[in-house]
């Protein structure tokens, strides 16, 4: 699945949990980074990455948690990058 298709996801999936709560106006873009546990989506909406993947309940498969833009299928420098700029592109065009 690609990166866009994966944040859309998530976002998805964050959506149903925050239920009419803005949480994207919660995430700093500019501190945002997917490969850091504190400055990741999850990181920055739930105080660190884990606590984020228990309470939406991805804390079991990891392939739910890369289809939902929260995780890479590799350690790669640029797949964690591609996820930054995909999670970046997207809270920039909801937000503007």
């Known amino acids: 699945m690609e990166h866009d298709k ?3 996801k998530g976002a998805s999936l964050l959506d149903v ?3 009419g709560y803005n949480w994207r106006s919660e995430i700093d873009i500019e501190t945002l980074e997917m ?5 990741c989506v999850l990181g920055q909406l739930f ?6 993947l228990t ?3 991805l804390d079991v498969e990891l392939d739910t948690r ?3 833009g929260f995780s890479t ?6 797949d964690w990058e591609k996820l930054d700029f995909e999670w970046k592109t997207y809270l920039r065009s909801v937000k503007s």
Request: some cysteine; proline content about 0%.
């Open 17 to 19: 949990h925050f239920k």
């Open 73 to 78: 299928c590799a350690w790669d420098s640029y």
């Open 47 to 52: 105080g660190d990455y884990q606590s984020g």
């Open 35 to 39: 490969d850091s546990s504190s400055q």
């Open 6 to 8: 994966r944040v859309l």
């Open 55 to 57: 309470t939406l309940r």
């Open 66 to 68: 890369r289809e939902a």
